[in-house]
Nanobody, 125 residues
């Protein structure tokens, strides 16, 4: 059974940095893609970054520069470093994984089958 558990959320100050972690388990394939999404109440879930076991990495143009995704495909863990935090980064952050990875770089929720429960990040000015 695939399971994803996120951690690292909390309250942070504008300008600071954080690292989110996602521990995966139950993966039945050694090739996969993983991603981070975030969501605020009343808005759609937004793709933040994605990576696959072939070394591919994708960020939306609007977020390039402050976000760094890293994938440990031995331990099935995923990380997200966010620098120069802004109040607009306040959201619930979700980890996701898929084993098909047909178009994962589009960072659409429909491309990922398995999801964690999320970790809340609050950034104050």
């Amino acid at each position: 059974q695939v399971r994803l558990v996120e951690s690292g959320g909390g309250s942070f100050q504008t300008g600071g940095s954080l690292r989110l972690s996602c521990v995966g388990s139950g993966f039945t394939y050694k090739t996969f893609c993983m991603a981070w999404f975030r969501q605020v109440p009343g808005k759609e879930r937004e793709g933040v970054a994605a990576a696959d076991t072939a070394g591919g990495i994708e960020y939306p143009d609007s977020l390039k520069g402050r976000f760094t995704i890293s994938l440990d495909d031995v331990a099935d863990n995923l990380y997200l470093d966010i620098h120069k935090l802004e109040p607009g980064d306040t959201a619930m952050y979700y980890c996701a994984v898929d084993f098909n990875c047909s178009r994962y770089w589009e960072l659409q929720t429909s491309e990922f089958k398995f999801w964690g429960r999320g970790t809340q990040v609050n950034v104050s000015s």
